[in-house]
Antibody, heavy 123, light 107 residues
């Protein structure tokens, strides 16, 4: 069973860079022909796709965040990461990592999610 | 960017009643639309994909329909565990977009 787990600081200061890592277990990032992505949810609000990365390294970002976002993958560690720069209070949210398979029954939908991690932007 | 508009924002119904949730896209997404259910403090769960296909383990009371720009999620007879927030999501084009959600609450 595929599992995803987010990790990283729960508190980030304004203007600094938010950094999160998603560790994948029960399957290989490079072997799954999937996109690996980040989605966030501000407290009490809806879901916002941040960006995705293919195992080969190709990236796709939400235009509204593109100037501040970097997603990278480390296949040797079976991890992918998110960096969001120049954060403000508006970036306070639960951040989820998720898999979006490129093939199979649920292709291009999010079928496996991490539990999510709350990141608060505050001084 | 394809915008998804869900209605109503909140739906108040009683167990046993029928729920009809709507998702409208700003341009055609063909049948490339999914529905997710999210309960408080939980991770979104894929319910329906490609407009009308139930994901594995999803009860038959959940059904999806529509194509192009107008989509519907129907819950035929509400169970207590169905009260949650529901989101639609399109996979037709980048960027991936979600609707703002419909909160299904107990009346």
């Amino acid at each position: 069973q595929l599992q995803l787990q987010e990790s990283g600081p729960g508190l980030v200061k304004p203007s600094e860079t938010l950094s999160l890592t998603c560790t994948v277990s029960g399957g290989s990032i490079s072997g799954s022909l999937s996109y690996w992505g980040w989605i966030r949810q501000p407290p009490g609000k809806g879901l916002e796709w941040i960006g995705s990365i293919y195992y080969s390294g190709s990236t796709y970002y939400n235009p509204s965040l593109k100037s501040r976002v970097t997603i990278s993958v480390d296949t040797s560690k079976n991890q992918f990461s998110l960096r969001l720069s120049s954060v403000t209070a508006a970036d306070t949210a639960v951040y989820f990592c998720a898999r979006r398979p490129r093939t199979g029954t649920y292709s291009y939908y999010f079928d496996y999610w991490g539990q999510g991690t709350l990141v608060t932007v505050s001084s | 960017e394809i915008a998804l508009t869900q209605s109503p924002a909140t739906l108040s119904l009683s167990p046993g009643e029928r729920a009809t949730l709507s998702c409208r896209a700003s341009q055609s997404v063909s049948s490339s639309l999914a529905w997710y259910q999210q309960k408080p403090g939980q991770v979104p769960r894929l319910l329906v994909y490609d407009s009308s296909n139930r994901a594995t383990g999803i009860p038959a009371r959940f059904s999806g329909s529509g194509s192009g720009t107008d989509f519907t999620l129907t819950i035929s007879s509400l169970e207590p565990e169905d009260f949650a927030v529901y989101y639609c999501q399109q996979r037709y084009d980048w960027p991936i977009t979600f609707g703002q959600g419909t909160r299904l609450e107990i009346k």
